[in-house]
């Protein structure tokens, strides 16, 4: 009972915020854009991006870790590359109209050091979309008070303790735990607060910063979009447009 209640509450803080970061994304589309997806997989946020606005396959770019995934992209006609985000951005400065980072940053070994290339490659009033888990909620505090593990921070480096620790399921059940590969896809490394995250993007320079929460736990659903509003700070899942 009480695992579906949450899982239904998941399942409604992710749907909100992928929509609210989707439609930021497709805003800063038109003609002369260019867009870059970073954490490309297979290029499947073109899908969801050309359902919302006129955007071509030669505007849209990608990098991708996973070698099969970008060879994948590449076979259905993106222009995605091969290359590991902790070393920096293979572009060229000032390059696009839009950066995005869906679900991406929190599994960086150097994120900060992300932000401050999506920066570099962004045109002058280019925009950063980044989604990504907040460690700050009142969730993962009452886990740390049960002395267990937070669920938006770092997961347990064994599939055993993974299992263990994950008290209410909510990823898919398709979902395969790989902890303990040399290269984990699904392991989270570092995961920003609300407002540190907020203040970074500030001291980057972005002209404007503009902060979303989604997924108040665990307030009933109705609730969360007021509740997101009032309170950003300790929400699940943040989405921040950053405007250069």
Not at 64 to 76: F, L, S
Not at 143 to 170: A, C, N, Q, W, Y
Not at 194 to 222: N, S, T
């Amino acid at each position: 009972m009480l695992s579906g209640y949450l899982k239904s509450l998941y399942n409604d803080t992710m749907h909100r915020a992928y929509d609210t970061a989707w439609e930021s994304i497709a805003a800063s589309t038109g003609p002369g854009a260019a867009v870059l997806d970073c954490g490309a997989n297979n290029g499947w946020a073109f899908t969801q991006l050309v359902e919302r606005c006129p955007l071509s396959k030669d505007q849209y770019f990608g990098v991708e870790w996973n070698v099969r995934c970008a060879e994948e992209a590449r076979e259905r006609g993106f222009n995605v590359v091969q290359g590991d985000l902790n070393a920096g951005i293979p572009h060229e400065s000032e390059r696009f109209s839009c950066v995005f980072a869906l679900s991406l940053v929190e599994h960086l070994l150097n994120p900060c050091r992300f932000l401050r290339e999506a920066h570099r490659v962004l045109r002058p009033g280019g925009r950063l979309v980044v989604l990504t888990p907040n460690i700050s909620t009142y969730f993962t505090a009452a886990l740390i008070l049960m002395g267990r593990m937070p669920s938006s921070g770092p997961h347990p480096d064994s599939t055993e303790l993974l299992r263990k620790e994950e008290l209410f399921k909510v990823s898919s059940n398709d979902l395969r735990p790989d902890p303990e590969d040399a290269t984990p896809v699904h392991r989270h490394l570092v995961v920003f607060s609300y407002l540190v995250l907020r203040d970074y993007l500030k001291m980057l320079r972005f002209e404007r910063v503009e902060g979303h929460g989604f997924g108040l736990y665990p307030f009933p659903r109705f609730a969360q979009p007021v509740l997101g509003r009032l309170d950003p700070y300790h929400c699940h899942q943040m989405v921040f447009i950053a405007t250069k």
